[in-house]
């Protein structure tokens, strides 16, 4: 079993639509959670950096944690062609350690 | 903020040749630097961890004497990767932890090399 899974996608939605992004995780020690997004032929760039559970919004983007059931969740709001990328989550046991990766869904927003 | 440029950002060589590649932190200091490979529709996969005025500590199945990092600054990581082969067609990123305090810091990535070997 690995321990960052996420579904690999294509997820498709039109322009507007709420999207929701998920991974599950194995390890109980990840305390500090990521979401990256990564157009193609480039490198990632951080969206979310969150610490342990609950909620946080920056904009149009919601980051979830639910530690109790080892689960993350990304929200984007009013989706638009430019959100069009791959999504990867990433997370680790201390905010200076090694970061594991899930595989990213690739999100392709329709006009 | 937290910019990282990695440089070239596409290299094509022939085989045998070894190619260097460049990451930079151009608004902060970042004692750690790290190394990954990317295959198509795959994870990042972690190759090496590199610290400043030290040795990197690379991941298992890594060989240190194919890929050589140097760290010489807080602001320069250099992975060369020496005598390529075809097999080492990828996509290379770099990405580098701001240095500071607390609850930690995530990590910032260059926009990546894509090496092709000939």
């Known amino acids: 079993q690995k321990e960052v899974e996420q579904d690999p996608g294509p997820l498709s939605v039109p322009e507007g639509a709420i999207v929701s992004l998920n991974c599950t995780y194995s390890?109980?020690?990840?305390?500090?959670f990521m979401w990256y997004r990564q157009y193609s032929r480039k490198g990632p760039e951080l969206l979310m950096y969150?610490?342990?559970?609950g909620n946080k919004e920056d904009g149009r983007f919601t980051a979830q944690v639910d530690k109790s059931s080892k689960y993350i969740s990304l929200f984007i709001r009013d989706s638009q062609p430019s959100d069009s990328a791959t999504y990867l989550c990433?997370?680790?046991?201390?905010?200076?350690?090694?970061?594991?990766f899930g595989t990213g869904t690739k999100l392709q927003v329709i006009p | 903020g937290a910019v990282v440029s990695q440089h070239p950002s596409r290299v094509i060589c022939k085989s045998g040749t070894s190619v260097k590649i460049e990451c930079r932190s151009l608004?902060?200091?970042?004692?750690?630097m790290f190394w990954y490979r990317q295959f198509p529709k795959k994870s990042l996969m972690l190759m090496a961890t590199?610290?400043?005025?030290?040795?990197?500590?690379?991941e298992q199945g890594v060989e240190k004497d194919k890929f050589l990092i140097n760290h010489a600054s807080l602001t320069l990581s250099t992975l060369t990767v020496t005598s390529a082969h075809p097999e080492d067609s990828s996509f290379y990123i770099c990405?580098?932890?701001?240095?500071?305090?607390?609850?930690?810091?995530?990590?910032?990535f260059g926009d990546g090399t894509r090496l092709s070997i000939l």
């Open positions: 990405s580098a932890r701001e240095n500071g305090q607390g609850l930690g810091q995530p990590q910032h």
């Open positions: 390890n109980s020690a990840f305390q500090y």
């Open positions: 969150t610490y342990s559970s």
């Open positions: 990433a997370m680790s046991v201390g905010g200076y350690q090694k970061v594991t």
């Open positions: 608004d902060f200091q970042a004692t750690t």
């Open positions: 590199s610290n400043e005025g030290s040795k990197a500590t690379y």
